[in-house]
């Protein structure tokens, strides 16, 4: 079983930093890609950052030059980091993951979420 599990959420000042990490877990033959989106109530689930088992990285463009991702394939974790925070980057924040089980089962997999607040 494979199991996803963010930390790192909370509550920031505007212009403050926060990091969030996505530790994957469980019987994990490989991760392909790894993302990072993100809801507000009322609103869909959007893409915030990804990154491919390559390093190739994608962002939003209202995160762009904010926000950075990142990942640690010894570890099977994969990190955000914000800085320079926004009030509307307040949202609950989900890793999600394509990840190739020891049994050869193809997964795509989420977190619980983690909240982000920032505060103006």
Known sequence: QVQLVESGGGLVQAGGSLRLSCLASGTIRSING????????GNERELVASITSSSTIKYQD??????????????????????SLKPEDTAVYYCNAEIWS???IYGNYWGQGTQVTVSS
Request: aromatic share 12%.
């Open 34 to 41: 790894m993302n990072w989106y993100r809801q507000v109530p």
């Open 62 to 83: 209202s995160v762009k030059g904010r926000f950075t991702i990142s990942r640690d394939n010894t570890k099977n974790t994969v990190y955000l980091q914000m800085n």
């Open 102 to 104: 020891r049994a050869g």
